[in-house]
């Protein structure tokens, strides 16, 4: 990649722009805060009032708009923690004027889009990091390090519920700015994709309850995928007023034992006997990724995942979507 001998030659701190001034951009801001390889010089966020707060809190520049951040060329790096529908045209931007940069899942809420920022970050020799931290917490971990003990694994199911009473008017209830679900959830599915490999066909459903012109107050979609090895996979993701009871768990059976995690606990289920499996902690996730990012630029230590990885869990969404919407199986092209 072109730019790191600058780097390890000694250009530090580098130069960090966020924009943002959400919880993913708060753990952020704090990581490079208290990083010395780093210097958060500015912040771009929705409102001039939150952003000059936020700006404040972590001795940085509180600018306009995400559009002057990404000119101003003393920045080496750009992290967008912002509204989903912004993400690509900002990576884009940035990567444009010469920026490496990290953005926090989906890249874009169309596989074009993103495709195409890949094939800019290419043409610039610049990194662009999707931020996955699903693939670093215990529960994902654990699955990975216990698979090998079901034997040949033909089932999976991955349910997250989320109640919200009441439901709230903000950007991740707007079709517009969040995006079809499980586009904008992609951890869902990516989850299963790192997990299982190349996926022949979605089946989804989806359901929206809107009382409000602009935001609905619940979803639920279900999707069922076909893997190329016969493994059935169903995600679903819910949300908003119509639920009661939380959920977060992620089973898989093989033809040897279950594998079940419910929460922050796991188990392996063979026979009579279960087993419990210790789960890590799912705390400081963020700071991991955004040092993890640190020492890739300065140092070439190789990061967890690619943006292809991304880009074809993010062709598994656009599937499901195209089968919500049509009502029919969609296949993909692998």
């Not at 996955?132 to 003990?149: F, K, M, P, T, Y």
């Not at 919200?164 to 989850?191: C, D, E, I, M």
Request: with cysteine; hydrophobic share 40%; aromatic share 8%.
């Amino acid at each position: 990649m072109s730019g790191l001998t600058n780097y390890i030659d000694g250009k530090m701190p580098l130069k960090v722009g966020l924009v943002g001034t959400g919880y993913a951009a708060k753990l952020r801001a704090q990581t490079f805060q208290s990083d010395p390889r780093s210097d958060l010089v500015a912040i771009a966020g929705h409102t001039p009032e939150k952003t000059q707060e936020f700006a404040q809190t972590y001795q940085a520049l509180a600018l306009d708009s995400w559009q002057e951040l990404v000119e101003r060329p003393d920045l080496d790096l750009v992290v967008i923690c912002t509204i989903n529908r912004d993400h690509a045209a900002i990576a884009r931007a940035a990567l444009t004027a010469g920026k490496h940069v990290v953005v926090e899942y989906p890249l874009a809420l169309e596989p074009k889009a993103a495709e195409e920022a890949i094939a800019l970050a290419q043409a610039q020799g610049k990194l662009l990091h999707v931020e996955h931290i699903e693939l670093l917490g215990g529960v994902h971990q654990a699955l990975r390090q216990s698979i090998g003990e079901i034997g040949t694994a033909f089932y999976a199911r991955y349910c997250t519920i989320n109640p919200q009473h009441p439901a709230p008017r903000k950007w991740t209830y707007n079709p517009v700015l969040f995006g079809f679900p499980l586009s904008a959830a992609l951890s869902r599915l990516h989850r299963l994709v790192d997990l299982f490999g190349e996926v022949v066909s979605a089946s989804t459903q989806a359901r929206f309850w809107q009382d409000d012109p602009e935001f609905y107050s619940a979803c639920l979609c279900t999707t069922r995928l076909r893997f190329s090895s016969g493994l059935i996979g169903e995600v679903i993701y819910g949300k908003g007023k119509t639920f009661f009871q939380a959920e977060r768990k992620f089973e898989v059976q093989g033809e040897q034992g279950t594998l079940i995690f419910d929460g922050e606990e796991g188990k392996l289920v063979r026979g009579e006997t279960t087993a419990p499996i210790e789960v890590g902690s799912r705390r400081g996730l963020f700071a991991k990724d955004t040092k993890m990012v640190l020492d890739h630029l300065l140092e070439g230590t190789p990061l967890y995942v690619t943006p292809a990885e991304s880009l074809y869990t993010l062709k598994v969404a656009d599937a499901a979507r195209e089968s919500a919407e049509t009502g029919q199986t969609v296949y993909l092209k692998n």
